[in-house]
Structure formats: C-alpha cells, structure tokens
C-alpha cells in the first residue's frame, strides 16, 4: 500500500497540515476542472506529476 499523498508530501516537503490540505484541494479542483472538460488519462496524471512530483497511483485518491 501506498502512503496517502498528503503524508507523503508532509514528509518529503516538509509541509504542514495545512500547506499539504491546501495544495491537495488546488490539485483537486484542477482535477476536477480538467475532468469536465474532458481530459484524457495523461492530463490527469500530468496534475500529479505537477502538483506534487508523483507517480500516477496517487490520481485515485484525487478523483471525486
């Protein structure tokens, strides 16, 4: 199993809490954004490469 991406960015980032909660919603909304417009699969996983430098197994935890 994975580490949810909010630890894994607290630990490797150093952010707190709340910087981690606030960069995982303006993924999300990104996310979502690109989702009603129809994104493929590798916009997608190019959001969290971006957002966050990590491999495409994190999207699910992103997804609504």
Request: charged content about 40%; proline content about 3%; aromatic content about 4%.
């Given at each position: 199993?994975?580490?949810s991406i909010k630890s894994t960015i607290m630990r490797r980032d150093g952010l707190s809490s709340d910087e981690a909660d606030q960069l995982i919603e303006e993924a999300r909304e990104e996310l979502e954004a690109a989702i009603d417009e129809g994104c493929s699969l590798d916009t997608a996983?190019?959001?969290?490469?971006?957002y966050f430098g990590?491999?495409?197994d994190y999207l699910e935890e992103l997804l609504p």
């Amino acid at each position: 199993m994975i580490d949810s991406i909010k630890s894994t960015i607290m630990r490797r980032d150093g952010l707190s809490s709340d910087e981690a909660d606030q960069l995982i919603e303006e993924a999300r909304e990104e996310l979502e954004a690109a989702i009603d417009e129809g994104c493929s699969l590798d916009t997608a996983e190019e959001i969290i490469a971006d957002y966050f430098g990590l491999e495409p197994d994190y999207l699910e935890e992103l997804l609504p």
